[in-house]
């Protein structure tokens, strides 16, 4: 009813200074819960993409007991097979096959723990940005004989540079040991120092050569388009392929998984939090307007206002105030969004302590129109909620003593 | 100036509207526990990761050669002459004790499968004493000093395929390059919490690993241990004064693991921001009733200004009464909080499924750890109160400057 | 038949411990057209009285009929509905909505009805210009003086075209020209459109114009006084 529409929303300005107050506490709250939102959702991205481009990809292939015994030995059984398994698949970007063997890698001054992944870089180039994180050198200087990719790392841990020479050993498909010279090609380094601690890159078919068998193969790593195929596209191969054992990137990284999963859990938590802290001041203020309004809300009772009127009016109040301050909170948060979302919001002063737990320095904020939508809705339900008290207590008002007071 | 009279009569004022001041504090009660419940529930595993990365990693310091930081090489052994050594135990007493170390990775091999492992050379008792590694024995028997087996890993002894009393080949690179190669029989097996550690633990008796690697009883890096991070500090500085003249340097933890200090500092503040979001949209809240409550006495503060109360009397009251009622709020949120923190702190919960491998995998326990650090309560204190004297100002400005007259009309 | 009708009106408090009787076996009869006073001291029961009337308050023993309807018999929702069709209100104070002007004000309460836009707005100019406000239309009440205030509600209490009007105490607040000024409005109402204005009231300028003077005196019938023209 107009008149309705136009009374509650003129009631609100009688007290600009409280109302003000409390649209500029919604304002800021859902603001920053806004921006808070896509910091988080952009590092979780970032982290996904970082891990899956890096050298996850979506879907992995391996010998069925290789996960879990992780030896040299435990080569894919047909190769062949798979590749045809793979041809004519949908919504594939590409695939790579890898070599791998867990050893050492010695320098004349230390020795370190690495897990070897013996490329094709061709098939590389297809799913992996890997040889974007090289910071010197070359990706794999077919000039020189068994050369090495390092991380910085292990490059300073180990005492080398370009160019020069490392000793891996490692145990070959027969189960000896076998040792082999490589040169120092490039150094890489990624945001994520656990990774870099324990992968060192060479040419597949140097790898394989000292393994002893030219198809010796460990790995299939496949790209989708998306990563939302990722459990169909599996499920698929692992009816195809039988005998070998087939995992989508939930499966094979549940810390990614949950990454995922929870980070927008927690966000919407938090937004949660702010709206509860919110809804104390909403209740206060709206109980404040009511009770200095016993006699005017006596006096449309008696008129002929219905309770069902009067109350509606309260929670038309509330909910005008809340809207307001959670639209323009959403306004704003979209516009500091948009001042990070091209640069990115640059933490190079903890690109170290990022590194730690995986991240880039420069984080880019992340918002879907969802996340602003279902925003706005809390709000709103968080202001009818908060209004129903202050309703109750408007109509419980008795009209003749009211008017009297 | 009688301040009884002025606490009382703001006390008083407060209550006058018993509704309105419990639905204040009350949001104030709400922002404290929740925010305790965080800055806990973080400062807890930070507190964690920390004793975890000192027991089982780098001790609280650490004596080093200058150059073994940068390059963790065998080569920078060394061996503290007596009148140091005597020195520094002197110097460490009853409560700070000494580790000497030898680490270095190598290539272990069971019957058939070879692992890249860590060989770490320990001397049991003093081992213990720092993380009580003998109470993740789960097969066999714990070293002597003077022993010549070893204790090996869950994990590795998993991914080698060998059991109790097996024998375990090392080969590896020594002193300046020299082959290390040994054969142990396995006196016990870990299971070691650390998960990344359990798949390629050695513990090898601390003389044995020396000759192994061909060091000459040389120790690669010795730990120190102490039981507070304030004593270690002033011990760092003794120590600092005993190692001049050697190319020896003593580093704290957080030298040596400047990343670690660096994340944990990140989480930190991201923590405290979070918190800080929710105490300013309190804060703003609390303004709304401050400044109801100051407009609607304007005529009784009209009165009493009239009748000759001085106005900064009355300004005093009214932030008085704001204070009181931020105190109000953050008292009861820390004399709730504390003893859920404290419950929890004794019980922690444990997590679920999910969680739980992928906190373990990083080497912690699987408890969701709640910390009772002072520092946990008083950030919550100085925040209200900060924003709280932001609030006053209105309310003493007002009582400072409004117009008599007009208001003694109404 | 007179519009309202009360018969054997009780109202009491604290029947079951000491008794207040605020009304004491009412019978009273009102007409169309009356222009009369409900007067006594205080606590003679004129408000209570009026409040019964007004269907504000439920009597504890006795009918009130309002154009033939027991207006006890209603249920809550239809009571309300009851009142704002029927039955005009003009408080001593507090009568108008702050936030709305005079036109908004008076046409509260036919939006309240469910009147469509055009009719609401002809009638609220049209009761606005009886009570010489036409020039006020689109101001709030603190524009207005008390006197003007009073003259919005009465404008307002006639827009639903009620039954009869209930005006509790309303020059209280104002000054003599202005109330002089609003009991001339009412009694010109009161005799161009037959509208019936009963006045709980202590003013003796509303009672010298009031042709019927009802006295009550501790809740009880004192004097019934018809004047005659």
Same mark, same amino acid.
């Not at chain 1, 890489?188 to 060479?202: E, H, I, K, P, Q």
């Not at chain 1, 193969?217 to 070998?244: C, F, M, T, W």
């Given at each position: 009813?107009?008149?309705?529409?136009?009374?509650?929303?003129?009631?609100?300005?009688?007290?600009?200074?409280?109302?003000?107050?409390?649209?500029?506490?919604?304002?800021?709250?859902?603001?920053?819960?806004?921006?808070?939102?896509?910091?988080?959702?952009?590092?979780?991205?970032?982290?996904?993409?970082?891990?899956?481009?890096?050298?996850?990809?979506?879907?992995?292939?391996?010998?069925?007991?290789?996960?879990?015994?992780?030896?040299?030995?435990?080569?894919?059984?047909?190769?062949?097979?798979?590749?045809?398994?793979?041809?004519?698949?949908?919504?594939?970007?590409?695939?790579?096959?890898?070599?791998?063997?867990?050893?050492?890698?010695?320098?004349?001054?230390?020795?370190?723990?690495?897990?070897?992944?013996?490329?094709?870089?061709?098939?590389?180039?297809?799913?992996?940005?890997?040889?974007?994180?090289?910071?010197?050198?070359?990706?794999?200087?077919?000039?020189?004989?068994?050369?090495?990719?390092?991380?910085?790392?292990?490059?300073?841990?180990?005492?080398?540079?370009?160019?020069?020479?490392?000793?891996?050993?490692?145990?070959?498909?027969?189960?000896?040991?076998?040792?082999?010279?490589?040169?120092?090609?490039?150094?890489?380094?990624?945001?994520?120092?656990?990774?870099?601690?324990?992968?060192?890159?060479?040419?597949?078919?140097?790898?394989?050569?000292?393994?002893?068998?030219?198809?010796?193969?460990?790995?299939?790593?496949?790209?989708?388009?998306?990563?939302?195929?990722?459990?169909?596209?599996?499920?698929?191969?692992?009816?195809?392929?039988?005998?070998?054992?087939?995992?989508?990137?939930?499966?094979?990284?549940?810390?990614?998984?949950?990454?995922?999963?929870?980070?927008?859990?927690?966000?919407?938590?938090?937004?949660?939090?702010?709206?509860?802290?919110?809804?104390?001041?909403?209740?206060?203020?709206?109980?404040?307007?009511?009770?200095?309004?016993?006699?005017?809300?006596?006096?449309?009772?008696?008129?002929?206002?219905?309770?069902?009127?009067?109350?509606?009016?309260?929670?038309?109040?509330?909910?005008?105030?809340?809207?307001?301050?959670?639209?323009?909170?959403?306004?704003?948060?979209?516009?500091?969004?948009?001042?990070?979302?091209?640069?990115?919001?640059?933490?190079?002063?903890?690109?170290?302590?990022?590194?730690?737990?995986?991240?880039?320095?420069?984080?880019?904020?992340?918002?879907?129109?969802?996340?602003?939508?279902?925003?706005?809705?809390?709000?709103?339900?968080?202001?009818?909620?908060?209004?129903?008290?202050?309703?109750?207590?408007?109509?419980?008002?008795?009209?003749?003593?009211?008017?009297?007071? | 100036?009688?301040?009884?009279?002025?606490?009382?009569?703001?006390?008083?004022?407060?209550?006058?509207?018993?509704?309105?001041?419990?639905?204040?504090?009350?949001?104030?009660?709400?922002?404290?526990?929740?925010?305790?419940?965080?800055?806990?529930?973080?400062?807890?595993?930070?507190?964690?990761?920390?004793?975890?990365?000192?027991?089982?990693?780098?001790?609280?310091?650490?004596?080093?050669?200058?150059?073994?930081?940068?390059?963790?090489?065998?080569?920078?052994?060394?061996?503290?002459?007596?009148?140091?050594?005597?020195?520094?135990?002197?110097?460490?007493?009853?409560?700070?004790?000494?580790?000497?170390?030898?680490?270095?990775?190598?290539?272990?091999?069971?019957?058939?499968?070879?692992?890249?492992?860590?060989?770490?050379?320990?001397?049991?008792?003093?081992?213990?004493?720092?993380?009580?590694?003998?109470?993740?024995?789960?097969?066999?028997?714990?070293?002597?000093?003077?022993?010549?087996?070893?204790?090996?890993?869950?994990?590795?002894?998993?991914?080698?395929?060998?059991?109790?009393?097996?024998?375990?080949?090392?080969?590896?690179?020594?002193?300046?390059?020299?082959?290390?190669?040994?054969?142990?029989?396995?006196?016990?097996?870990?299971?070691?919490?650390?998960?990344?550690?359990?798949?390629?633990?050695?513990?090898?008796?601390?003389?044995?690993?020396?000759?192994?690697?061909?060091?000459?009883?040389?120790?690669?890096?010795?730990?120190?241990?102490?039981?507070?991070?304030?004593?270690?500090?002033?011990?760092?500085?003794?120590?600092?004064?005993?190692?001049?003249?050697?190319?020896?340097?003593?580093?704290?933890?957080?030298?040596?693991?400047?990343?670690?200090?660096?994340?944990?500092?990140?989480?930190?503040?991201?923590?405290?921001?979070?918190?800080?979001?929710?105490?300013?949209?309190?804060?703003?809240?609390?303004?709304?009733?401050?400044?109801?409550?100051?407009?609607?006495?304007?005529?009784?503060?009209?009165?009493?200004?009239?009748?000759?109360?001085?106005?900064?009397?009355?300004?005093?009251?009214?932030?008085?009464?704001?204070?009181?009622?931020?105190?109000?709020?953050?008292?009861?949120?820390?004399?709730?909080?504390?003893?859920?923190?404290?419950?929890?702190?004794?019980?922690?919960?444990?997590?679920?499924?999910?969680?739980?491998?992928?906190?373990?995998?990083?080497?912690?326990?699987?408890?969701?750890?709640?910390?009772?650090?002072?520092?946990?309560?008083?950030?919550?204190?100085?925040?209200?109160?900060?924003?709280?004297?932001?609030?006053?100002?209105?309310?003493?400005?007002?009582?400072?400057?409004?117009?008599?007259?007009?208001?003694?009309?109404? | 038949?007179?519009?309202?009708?009360?018969?054997?009106?009780?109202?009491?408090?604290?029947?079951?411990?000491?008794?207040?009787?605020?009304?004491?076996?009412?019978?009273?009869?009102?007409?169309?057209?009356?222009?009369?006073?409900?007067?006594?001291?205080?606590?003679?029961?004129?408000?209570?009285?009026?409040?019964?009337?007004?269907?504000?308050?439920?009597?504890?023993?006795?009918?009130?009929?309002?154009?033939?309807?027991?207006?006890?018999?209603?249920?809550?929702?239809?009571?309300?509905?009851?009142?704002?069709?029927?039955?005009?209100?003009?408080?001593?104070?507090?009568?108008?909505?702050?936030?709305?002007? /005079?036109?908004? @004000?008076?046409?509260? =309460? #036919?939006?309240?009805? %469910?009147?469509?836009?055009?009719? &609401?707005?002809?009638?609220?100019?049209?009761?606005?210009?009886?009570?010489?406000?036409?020039?006020?239309?689109?101001?709030?009440?603190?524009?207005?003086?008390?006197?003007?205030?009073?003259?919005?509600?009465?404008?307002?209490?006639?827009?639903?075209?009620?039954?009869?009007?209930?005006?509790?105490?309303?020059?209280?607040?104002?000054?003599?020209? /202005?109330?002089? @000024?609003?009991?001339? =409005? #009412?009694?010109?109402? %009161?005799?161009?459109?037959?509208? &019936?204005?009963?006045?709980?009231?202590?003013?003796?300028?509303?009672?010298?114009?009031?042709?019927?003077?009802?006295?009550?005196?501790?809740?009880?019938?004192?004097?019934?006084?018809?004047?005659?023209?």
């Amino acid at each position: 009813m107009r008149t309705l529409l136009l009374l509650s929303w003129k009631n609100i300005w009688r007290n600009k200074g409280r109302s003000l107050a409390l649209m500029m506490a919604i304002i800021l709250g859902i603001a920053a819960g806004l921006l808070m939102f896509g910091l988080v959702a952009g590092l979780v991205m970032q982290r996904f993409n970082g891990l899956v481009e890096n050298h996850l990809s979506h879907i992995q292939i391996h010998h069925k007991d290789y996960l879990r015994e992780q030896e040299n030995k435990m080569i894919l059984p047909n190769p062949e097979q798979i590749r045809q398994g793979l041809e004519g698949l949908p919504n594939i970007k590409g695939y790579a096959f890898r070599t791998l063997s867990f050893g050492m890698l010695a320098s004349g001054y230390n020795s370190s723990g690495v897990k070897i992944t013996g490329i094709n870089k061709a098939e590389e180039e297809g799913i992996s940005k890997f040889k974007d994180n090289i910071i010197d050198g070359e990706y794999l200087d077919e000039s020189l004989r068994n050369p090495l990719l390092i991380s910085q790392r292990n490059a300073r841990k180990l005492r080398v540079q370009l160019g020069g020479r490392v000793v891996l050993t490692f145990q070959n498909l027969e189960g000896d040991l076998t040792s082999a010279a490589f040169r120092v090609s490039g150094i890489f380094r990624t945001s994520d120092s656990n990774f870099d601690d324990l992968n060192v890159y060479v040419n597949q078919a140097d790898l394989q050569e000292l393994l002893g068998e030219n198809e010796a193969y460990h790995q299939v790593a496949i790209l989708l388009d998306s990563r939302d195929e990722a459990e169909n596209i599996a499920g698929l191969l692992s009816e195809k392929l039988p005998e070998v054992d087939i995992r989508s990137w939930s499966a094979l990284s549940p810390e990614l998984r949950i990454l995922v999963e929870q980070g927008g859990f927690i966000m919407y938590i938090f937004m949660i939090i702010i709206l509860l802290g919110l809804s104390f001041g909403i209740l206060n203020t709206m109980l404040m307007a009511v009770f200095e309004r016993v006699q005017e809300l006596g006096m449309l009772m008696a008129i002929g206002m219905t309770k069902v009127k009067v109350a509606a009016m309260i929670v038309l109040e509330t909910t005008f105030i809340a809207l307001i301050g959670g639209v323009i909170g959403v306004i704003l948060g979209l516009g500091i969004h948009s001042l990070f979302a091209e640069e990115g919001l640059d933490l190079s002063g903890f690109a170290d302590a990022l590194a730690e737990f995986g991240y880039d320095a420069i984080i880019y904020p992340l918002l879907e129109a969802k996340d602003v939508g279902i925003t706005i809705i809390m709000v709103f339900i968080t202001a009818v909620l908060a209004a129903v008290i202050p309703a109750i207590r408007a109509v419980q008002l008795n009209p003749a003593e009211a008017v009297r007071k | 100036m009688n301040w009884i009279l002025i606490f009382k009569l703001a006390w008083r004022n407060l209550w006058r509207n018993k509704r309105r001041t419990l639905i204040t504090a009350g949001s104030i009660l709400f922002a404290v526990i929740l925010a305790l419940l965080m800055d806990s529930m973080n400062l807890g595993s930070h507190e964690q990761i920390i004793s975890n990365s000192l027991r089982f990693g780098t001790g609280y310091l650490q004596i080093q050669d200058t150059a073994y930081f940068e390059t963790p090489s065998l080569d920078f052994a060394f061996d503290l002459d007596d009148h140091r050594e005597a020195a520094l135990n002197q110097l460490l007493g009853l409560h700070a004790y000494a580790v000497p170390r030898v680490e270095s990775f190598v290539l272990a091999a069971g019957e058939s499968e070879t692992r890249g492992a860590l060989v770490i050379g320990i001397i049991p008792e003093l081992e213990n004493r720092m993380n009580g590694f003998q109470n993740f024995l789960t097969e066999g028997e714990i070293l002597n000093d003077d022993d010549q087996m070893v204790m090996i890993g869950s994990g590795l002894a998993q991914r080698l395929s060998l059991s109790l009393h097996d024998t375990l080949v090392v080969i590896g690179q020594g002193y300046q390059g020299m082959q290390a190669a040994g054969k142990y029989p396995i006196k016990g097996i870990i299971s070691h919490p650390m998960e990344f550690l359990d798949n390629q633990l050695i513990y090898l008796p601390f003389e044995e690993a020396s000759w192994l690697f061909v060091m000459d009883g040389k120790a690669s890096h010795w730990l120190i241990m102490a039981d507070t991070d304030k004593n270690a500090l002033r011990v760092q500085q003794e120590i600092e004064k005993l190692l001049q003249g050697t190319e020896l340097q003593v580093l704290h933890w957080k030298d040596l693991q400047p990343d670690l200090v660096k994340a944990l500092a990140f989480d930190a503040v991201s923590g405290r921001i979070m918190q800080f979001i929710l105490y300013v949209v309190i804060a703003f809240g609390i303004f709304g009733t401050v400044l109801t409550m100051t407009l609607e006495r304007q005529k009784e503060f009209a009165i009493l200004v009239s009748l000759g109360m001085k106005r900064h009397i009355l300004a005093l009251q009214c932030f008085i009464e704001t204070i009181l009622i931020s105190i109000l709020g953050v008292g009861a949120g820390i004399v709730l909080g504390f003893p859920v923190l404290f419950y929890f702190n004794r019980n922690p919960i444990p997590l679920g499924e999910g969680l739980s491998d992928l906190v373990k995998e990083y080497g912690m326990e699987p408890f969701l750890p709640f910390s009772l650090a002072p520092t946990v309560f008083i950030f919550q204190g100085v925040t209200m109160l900060i924003l709280t004297l932001i609030i006053t100002t209105y309310p003493v400005w007002r009582s400072l400057t409004f117009p008599v007259l007009e208001n003694l009309r109404r | 038949m007179p519009i309202i009708q009360t018969k054997q009106l009780f109202k009491i408090y604290n029947e079951d411990t000491i008794p207040v009787y605020a009304l004491r076996d009412l019978s009273l009869d009102f007409e169309e057209g009356e222009f009369t006073t409900i007067v006594g001291p205080s606590g003679s029961g004129k408000t209570t009285l009026l409040n019964m009337i007004g269907g504000l308050d439920t009597p504890t023993r006795g009918d009130v009929f309002i154009d033939g309807t027991n207006i006890a018999s209603l249920r809550k929702g239809d009571l309300i509905d009851f009142r704002l069709r029927n039955i005009g209100f003009v408080f001593q104070s507090y009568n108008l909505i702050p936030v709305l002007t /005079a036109l908004e @004000n008076v046409s509260l =309460i #036919m939006e309240l009805q %469910n009147l469509d836009p055009k009719s &609401t707005r002809e009638r609220a100019l049209q009761v606005l210009e009886e009570v010489g406000l036409a020039d006020k239309l689109h101001s709030k009440p603190s524009e207005l003086s008390g006197g003007q205030q009073q003259r919005v509600a009465v404008a307002r209490a006639l827009a639903s075209r009620p039954k009869f009007v209930l005006a509790d105490e309303p020059t209280a607040n104002l000054d003599s020209k /202005a109330a002089m @000024n609003l009991l001339d =409005i #009412m009694a010109k109402l %009161n005799v161009e459109e037959s509208m &019936t204005f009963i006045f709980s009231t202590h003013d003796q300028r509303v009672i010298e114009r009031a042709r019927r003077v009802v006295t009550l005196v501790d809740g009880a019938l004192h004097e019934d006084l018809v004047k005659s023209k």
